[in-house]
Antibody
Framework: EVQLVESGGGLVQPGRSLRLSCAAS????????MHWVRQAPGKGLEWVSG????????GYADSVKGRFTISRDNAKNSLYLQMNRLRAEDTALYYC??????????????WGQGTMVTVSS | EIVMTQSPATLSVSPGERATLSCRAS??????LAWYQQKPGQAPRLLIY???SRATGIPARFSGSGSGTEFTLTISSLQSEDFAVYYC?????????FGQGTKVEIK
């Protein structure tokens, strides 16, 4: 079964850090670009970051650039999001999503169930 | 950054009727456009990619059309399970910013 399982969310104070993980299974992980998408409570979807198959190309939304770092470990079939200097507006459900191709932009055909990040003092 | 504008924000439709959702891009994305469905408490699901190709397992009542900057998602005969929020997203370059969504509700 093709599956993405996120973990690492929780309650964190403003200015602190958090690292999210996404474990992939059921497909050849290093054949595809991967992404993080978030959704604030009651709001729409926001693309956060993407990484191509070999980490050679990485992109970020302006809202997280300089604070968040995406990475992947193809040997462990895992995707990560290091989130530093967190703000209240980063509070959201964070989804891991699989792109339909290896390089560049594609539709996202597989999604995890998300991990909740709450930034509050 | 490409800005995606969806209309209407909310669409009230009776079961069995046709629903037509629109998505406009601030610049051409050719046919690199995806549509997603999201139900409450669930992750988004890919419906359409490449503007008009149905994803695996998506019923034929869902169809996509358009190119350049104007796109349409049509649900030919709404079923009870189709009431949800629908998002469009460009898939030609990063950032892949989503539209704000159209909520399809029961009339």
């Amino acid at each position: 079964e093709v599956q993405l399982v996120e973990s690492g969310g929780g309650l964190v104070q403003p200015g602190r850090s958090l690292r999210l993980s996404c474990a992939a299974s059921g497909f050849t992980f290093d054949d595809y670009a991967m992404h993080w998408v978030r959704q604030a409570p009651g709001k729409g979807l926001e693309w956060v970051s993407g990484i191509n198959w070999n980490s050679g190309s990485i992109g970020y939304a302006d809202s997280v650039k300089g604070r968040f770092t995406i990475s992947r470990d193809n040997a462990k079939n895992s995707l990560y999001l290091q989130m530093n200097r967190l703000r209240a507006e980063d509070t959201a459900l964070y989804y891991c999503a699989k792109g339909m191709g290896a390089i560049g932009a594609y539709a996202f055909d597989i999604w995890g169930q998300g991990t909740m990040v709450t930034v509050s003092s | 950054e490409i800005v995606m504008t969806q209309s209407p924000a909310t669409l009230s439709v009776s079961p069995g009727e046709r629903a037509t959702l629109s998505c406009r891009a601030s610049q051409s994305v050719s046919t690199s456009l995806a549509w997603y469905q999201q139900k409450p408490g669930q992750a988004p699901r890919l419906l359409i990619y490449g503007a008009s190709s149905r994803a695996t397992g998506i019923p034929a009542r869902f169809s996509g059309s358009g190119s350049g900057t104007e796109f349409t998602l049509t649900i030919s005969s709404l079923q009870s399970e189709d009431f949800a929020v629908y998002y469009c997203q460009p898939s030609n370059n990063w950032p892949q910013t989503f539209g704000q969504g159209t909520k399809v509700e029961i009339k």
